[in-house]
């Protein structure tokens, strides 16, 4: 009881650099390709939608190591470092001779880590002479991260939220109007994408792969506007490095390195920003710790998806990404896990899925929400419903350990808290929640798009 | 920019007493009369209704320090010690010559400083053999935190929330019921005092005085069982004078020491929390450092409040406490600041108001709002509607230090954040918000008791 539990950096240890993974692998990622000329995407070209900074950084395959704006760490600094946490309750909870460490993104202002990107999206934008920008939000977890951004660098902001949050999580949406920015539940009648989306489908609840699409488009329309994406890309997860830059420090002050590192997988930003400091030495050093995205059994791109370009979102206005992917149309569950119910696992995920540095873990709703409570029970935190995936994998590895009587070191990236997310919590408690699995409709197309890769 | 913005302490400079300021008064508090016989309560006689350890540190006047459990500083050190952080982004936004700190207590994994006082009750009540505990909650802060509290230690609890915030603050409720506590909508039909204040008024939304007579009348009324209480009485203070002590050190950190220090007041344990620690060098050595307690315009006991004996709850139940009251039949209006919707102001409190060690500060629902909303675009956090009348307050003085050219320190204590108030925050928004004065007839009850007394 008397040892350590929470690591902080001081200021002065604050990363000053993001660390690009592509730089270091062997095989690099396809090409990214224009979506009308199917020919390699120029950061010129990528400019019509992204600011341009961001923009090179996604085409970046040289410089693994990237500066962070001296305006963007001072943002960073109130609220960095987030505390890496040796579980000693989960730990106690579970009985298992695992060291359990997670590190807590939830005590952001915003509630999670997504804030480390919006603030250097919204730096970027500004600094270049955008006045306004779109964006989409699932859970709205991005949303809200974007908002707070955008008010503290002076942009105007619109956000698409899928329709289900929309619904299910008004809290969200509130705190993205005290910050000032405006919300769209998607599909909208203010996008052509919308309309024709709902004019197929009236009842049609959302995904993220629509959102992005209605955003795109407003932000091409609209003079002096850029769009800004909270996943996916890889200068998204470029930014979210900062997380296991500073863990890897942590760590060490806890005198431990990880065995086992977890995420859980939306569009990979978070999964990235926890593991891809600690996967260069897998890369460099040959070190063999093992790397676990946690995605929803609704919605498994990375076990079930077939590698091929694909759009990033549902009509197709963003460029061909090289990618495990459900479709872009796949249609998601209703989960409560609304930043997982995404179609695609972006490129850098997908080539590094192939080369057998990392793995998809798949995640029943209800067995997410089962570990959130022995989670929330033992540690005081009640998780979101993304990051209980990652905690659910956490657990099962912990059990593994205790059946093998194994002493592993488990990390994983509590990416955000759930006290917005009550009503799942409400429903999961009144024994109203199921599992969603992929329809066998579903399973059938990936089979017919593999037979024909082939 | 290059400044430090935010000063932690390291685990092992975790408080390991709290301060009892009561040893150090010269002029000590009135004693707490027992409610039947009139004459001052014995730690035996409080034990009927609450634990032993606690009712002993409820009347100890002599000893000024006294040991955190080991159990429960273990406990602290899951979220303690909290950051002291440099508020630069609200200095810039009113452009003030005044230095602005606060103490963060909404990182709390419950999102508020009640968590300190409720892990140290429910270790003592644990230790005391005691199975099952009963309380009361306002907004639900206080709720939340002893429902965690009571899961860690191992005990059952039922949960009287007053009704207003019941219906307003779904979220708490779930997330006390996701630690597994029982939850009742106060005034309920499950006590006698909940019956007799129904039968009288059935529309009655409740008052924390209500909530406290109902989970005092279950305690005495269930075998081994004990009345736990958030705020007002010298225990729970002293639990919370951690942030204080804390916070003097990392201060000190900071190369600064208050001119100025600000808490919200409800039953007084988050003001005395953060001020008690500093108030004993004005009242040792001198210093003259300013204590501002902020409470709502709506529920001024301390401006407009009678100094006489009266009970902590509506029906009377409790010893009798001598305090600064609106009377405990009192009935506050619906502010959204449920956890200051309370009659009266605890013993030491207004003993040290009569001596002049500090003032209360009235702030009206729309201005508590509208430094909520400053606060939050300037900083990120969306303050709980409690804490933001202290933010106002300290809005109040650095705007004074601006017109008067003076550059102060101003420390306040940001008690919780507001991220399961956001239903009052879309009133706000929407302009729904409205002031709430005294009525004229609590004015003339006042008045009347004053002429009674003199």
Known sequence: MDNQKRFFLTESEIPTQWYNIVADMKTKPLPILHPQTKKPITVDQMTGIFNRACSEQELNTTDAWIDIPEEVRNEYKKYRSTPLVRAYGLEKAL?????????????????????????????????????????????????????????????????????????????????????????????????????????????????????????????????????????????????????GIEAEKQMAMAGEYPDIVIGCFGGGSNFGGISFPFMRHNILEGKQTQFLAAEPAACPKLTRGVFEYDFGDEVGYTPLLPMFTLGHDFAPANIHAGGLRYHGAGTIVSQLIKDGYMKGVDIPQLESFKAAEIFAQAEGIIPAPESAHAIATAIREAKKCKEEGKQKTILFCLSGHGLIDMTAYDQYLSGDLRNYELPQEEIDKCTSRLEKLA
Chains 1, 2 share one sequence.
Not at 172 to 200: C, E, H, N, Y
């Open 95 to 243: 009985d298992t001779p695992a060291h359990i460490y997670f590190k807590n993104e939830s005590v952001s202002p915003i509630g999670s880590h997504k804030l480390n990107s919006a603030l250097a999206q919204a730096y970027y934008c500004k600094k270049e002479g955008v006045t306004n920008i779109t964006t989409e939000t699932g859970a709205g977890q991005w949303g809200a991260a974007l908002s707070y951004a955008a008010k503290i660098f002076g942009l105007e902001l619109a956000v698409f939220m899928v329709k289900v949050s929309y619904n299910q999580k008004p809290y969200r949406r509130l705190i993205m109007q005290t910050f000032g920015a405006q919300v769209i539940a998607s599909p909208s009648m203010s996008t052509r994408a919308g309309k024709d989306i709902l004019t197929k489908t009236p009842t049609y609840q959302g995904s993220l792969g629509t959102a992005i699409s209605e955003a795109v488009e407003l932000a091409m329309q609209t003079p002096n506007c850029k769009y800004v994406l909270g996943s996916v890309l890889n200068h998204v997860t470029l930014h979210q490095t900062v997380i």
